[in-house]
């Protein structure tokens, strides 16, 4: 397991222990129905991202993307929250990514099939592609708290979660050799089971953390590689206990 992994479950591991020594509270901080969250979380990027394949190749071959949760990087998210009743909240979140990235045209050098190395000629230099990358993650869930009457103001919570996670990049090279616009796409859909704990420090304020006890990925990756060409196709199914450890910081309105 990654060092950061190690860390994050570190400091999860530490807000428990906190929130557990806390013990004398006088003000009753949880929530009521009505109250909206929002907090800043760090832990499984849920997001995916794809290359399109290069139309110079003769043979191609493709994986489906990976989502195991310890193979993806920590990521600083956001997660949005409405109590409609005093201990059920519905949660929304997601978010979207655009990149363009201008071509730029082949400038030919002198080197050719009777060239060598260190004769002097100057090399190819090939065209830059003009291409975009988009994506989306969204998901929503709904989590039924319940209070803890040793330590006033901790609440526990279970619930479920669903999502879903697009990734699309197109590349065109402006090249006599090029085959034309060679696209790529991925996505995912997940679902899980959550279970966490929330402290609420003041009337405004909150810290929490949460894990998936278990949770299902199915992934459907997709390439183009030229123009009139059929796609290849993999897919992967993945499942995970005690997974994707999530530590936020939040506010309640």
């Known amino acids: ?3 950061k992994k190690i860390l994050l479950l570190a400091v999860t591991s530490i807000i428990c222990l906190t929130i557990n020594a806390q013990t004398s509270v006088d003000k009753d901080y949880t929530p009521q129905k009505g109250d909206i969250t929002l907090a800043a979380t760090v832990g499984y990027n849920s997001y ?7 139309g110079l190749l003769t043979d191609y071959e493709l994986a489906a ?6 193979d993806k990087k920590l990521m600083v998210g956001f997660e949005s929250g409405w109590f409609f009743r005093d201990t059920w909240k519905l949660n929304l979140g997601g ?3 655009f990149t363009n990235s201008p071509g730029y045209t082949a400038v030919p050098g002198t080197i050719d099939e009777d060239s060598e190395i260190g004769d002097g000629s100057i090399p190819n230099y090939r065209a830059v592609a003009d291409s975009y990358s988009f994506s989306y993650n969204v998901f929503t869930g709904i989590d039924k708290y319940y209070k803890i009457k040793s330590i006033p103001n901790l609440m526990m919570y279970s619930g479920i979660r669903i999502g879903f996670a697009y990734g699309l990049n197109e590349m065109k090279y402006d090249e006599p050799e090029s085959m034309g616009k060679s696209d790529a796409e991925t996505w995912n859909l997940r679902g899980g089971l959550t279970f966490g704990l929330d ?3 003041a009337k405004g304020i909150y810290i929490g953390c949460q894990v998936d006890p278990f949770s299902y990925t199915y992934n459907m990756t997709s390439v183009k590689p030229q123009e009139g060409l059929s796609d290849l196709s993999a897919d992967s199914h993945n499942y995970s206990i005690m997974s994707a450890p999530t530590i936020k910081i939040g506010f309640k309105f």
């Open 65 to 70: 993307i990976s989502t195991n949760w310890s």
């Open 48 to 54: 995916t991202s794809i290359t399109a394949p290069s």
């Open 1 to 3: 397991m990654k060092i």
């Open 199 to 201: 402290y609420f420090l």
């Open 95 to 97: 978010g979207i990514n």
